[in-house]
Nanobody, 123 residues
Framework: QLTLVETGGGLVQPGGSLRLSCVIS????????IGWFRQAPGKEREGVTC????????IYLDPEKGRFTVSRDNTKKTVYLQMNNLNPSDTAVYYC????????????????WGQGTQVTVSG
């Protein structure tokens, strides 16, 4: 079981960018993949990205537009979600989560969750 803490949320204008961080603690971190999810009011939680310990990413949300990128710094035990060209429909609570080995966009498969960080896109 890992502990995850998200930071970096806030208020941003449409068209703006934001970088979220997920700091990971616990043992055997190398055995886990880290996913980013978001949940808007009244909507289901949806997968945004996932990244393996090796750094290989999977992008689930708007992959053709390239607005979301994920990276990690294993020396800092931190995973980053870079979000560009944000619009009001991106307003949501963003979560990072961990599960063993295999990336997925299905939130129910993830076993450890952070508390979430609010992202509001408004101008």
């Amino acid at each position: 079981q890992l502990t995850l803490v998200e930071t970096g949320g806030g208020l941003v204008q449409p068209g703006g960018s934001l970088r979220l961080s997920c700091v990971i603690s616990g043992s055997s971190i190398e055995d886990y993949v880290i996913g980013w999810f978001r949940q808007a009011p009244g909507k289901e939680r949806e997968g945004v990205t996932c990244i393996r310990y090796s750094g290989i990413p999977s992008i689930y949300l708007d992959p053709e537009k390239g607005r979301f990128t994920v990276s990690r710094d294993n020396t800092k035990k931190t995973v980053y979600l870079q979000m560009n060209n944000l619009n009001p429909s991106d307003t949501a609570v963003y979560y990072c989560a961990a599960r063993p080995n295999v990336c997925s966009r299905t939130p129910q498969l993830f076993t450890s969750w952070g508390q979430g960080t609010q992202v509001t896109v408004s101008g």
